[in-house]
């Protein structure tokens, strides 16, 4: 090998699955959006396996090349899962070090573990339901709703006439007005170009987009747009220039309104 040839870090990412608390049909959803990233080299799901609740994901073990991990339930209506799943996290960061972690869960006691993880230098990738609470989804270094993501692959395949009786999937999108009136959304993105603007007030949606993945948890795919520019253009609190070329600029609108009374 040519000695002035740069050897490219391959990302390790553990993922560990609360199968008593996540959903066996995104699994393969979940695992394209982590190979974007890096290698899921440690593939785990954690469960009552005596549970017939669980079969949705006996399917999916050997497929997906996940190893179980059996938890019995101590107390009748309680399962154990959360603490085996905690402990072995905390083993695997002081053991195998992988850079990152992958969590499926949409359960809230989580958090203080994916927080530790990332105080340890860990990017932490959360899956779970909408109804996961805004905790768990806040400390996280990405998360993304399992019901929203892999709806453009179900739209294509419902409307592509591999089933006769297929309906038309529609994703959902959250809507220009509501949008706008989500606050922390508003905050983010108004912030962010304000941190990475020139002096003539444009600021590069890339640099906009990396400012935010420094501050929280974000994706817009989480409000049923599929990429960045389309979530900013739906707010229509932005002027954009340059689209479809790869040094897309957008500034506040009440800047150009500002420009145009001067």
């Known amino acids: 090998m040519n000695s002035n040839e740069t050897i490219r870090h391959e990302i390790r990412i553990a993922l560990l699955i609360d199968a008593d608390n996540s959903p066996a ?3 393969e959803v979940v695992l394209a959006e982590l190979a974007k990233v890096g290698v899921v080299n440690i593939r785990r799901a954690y469960g ?6 669980l079969k949705g994901w006996e399917a999916a073990l050997h497929p997906y090349a996940i190893r179980p991990i059996q938890q019995f339930d101590y107390t009748k209506g ?3 899962t959360d603490m085996s799943l905690c402990i072995d996290a905390l083993h695997l960061l002081y053991t195998e070090r992988p850079d990152a972690f992958a969590i499926v869960s949409s359960d809230s006691d989580f958090t203080p573990l994916v927080l ?3 105080e340890r230098g860990a990017k932490v990738f959360g899956f779970g339901a909408s109804k996961t609470p805004s905790p768990f989804v806040d400390a996280c270094s990405q ?8 709806q453009e692959a179900a739209v294509e395949s419902a409307n592509g006439q591999s089933d006769a009786n297929a309906k038309p999937v529609v994703p959902t999108r959250v809507p220009p007005a509501k949008l706008r009136q989500d606050t922390r959304l508003v905050s983010l993105l108004r912030n962010a170009v304000e941190a990475a603007k020139g002096d003539d007030g444009w600021a590069l949606l890339s640099l906009v987009r990396n400012q935010i993945s420094n501050q929280a948890s974000f994706d817009p795919r989480n409000y049923g747009y599929a990429t960045f520019s389309k979530l900013v253009s739906a ?3 932005f002027e954009m220039a340059g689209e479809g070329t790869p040094r897309v600029s ?3 609108a009440r800047k150009e309104r500002a ?4």
């Open 250 to 252: 957008i500034r506040d």
């Open 116 to 118: 530790h993880l990332k």
């Open 48 to 53: 009552n396996w005596k549970k017939a609740e």
């Open 143 to 150: 998360f993304l709703d399992l019901e929203k993501i892999g």
């Open 259 to 262: 420009d145009k009374s001067a």
């Open 78 to 80: 309680k399962n154990a």
């Open 25 to 27: 049909a995104k699994i």
């Open 235 to 237: 707010t229509e609190l």
